[in-house]
């Protein structure tokens, strides 16, 4: 016990860049897990509802995160960190505010935009993690950074499943982008303050 102790102190008290990013991380990993629990009942709000399509368009999406994670290092080389890191919020929150505005089959495309970037996003932010812990609290770590994404996305789904069923999903989906903005704009600001990066 005192062993997590200390990893838990290091990485969420005494180490502010790591702190800062596994918070950030945790929030844009909250932010992808919302979506995909969003994804079938957007399917059904723009006519599709066949389990079958539900299918097909699941393993297409998933192949469109598993693709651009193959390619996720040679692109994390390429781009700057803070560019990259300013990137995954803005693209991720704007895919939420275009599907909350789009009930067509064109949605589509903006989900197949919002799974590559995830599909970019994760391998990278947890590489930049990585950058920042001893080799033996890597995986004690990452539990850590899963754990607040359950954390958050218990606390926040509730509410966004409530607006959908008494307003509408696009109110909801509209809603989790601007949560999402805030809240990685806001740890966005303290990380990229850190000299570090």
Known sequence: MEKYQKIIRFALKE???LRYYILYSSIIGCGTLTMAWFSQPY???????STFYFGLLGAGLNLAVAIPSFYAHKIEESIKTKTLLILFLVLICSCYFAISYTTS???LLILLLFYITRGVATPVLRDYMNRHIPS?????????????IRIIFASTSPFFGYVADVYSLQQAILLSG?????LG???LLFLLNKKVI
């Open 178 to 182: 601007i949560l999402f903005f805030v």
């Open 43 to 49: 399917f059904i709000s723009i006519g599709i509802n």
């Open 185 to 187: 704009g806001i740890t």
């Open 136 to 148: 033996e609290m890597r995986a004690t770590v990452m539990s850590i950074r899963s754990f607040i």
């Open 105 to 107: 089959l064109w949605g």
């Open 15 to 17: 180490n502010q860049t």
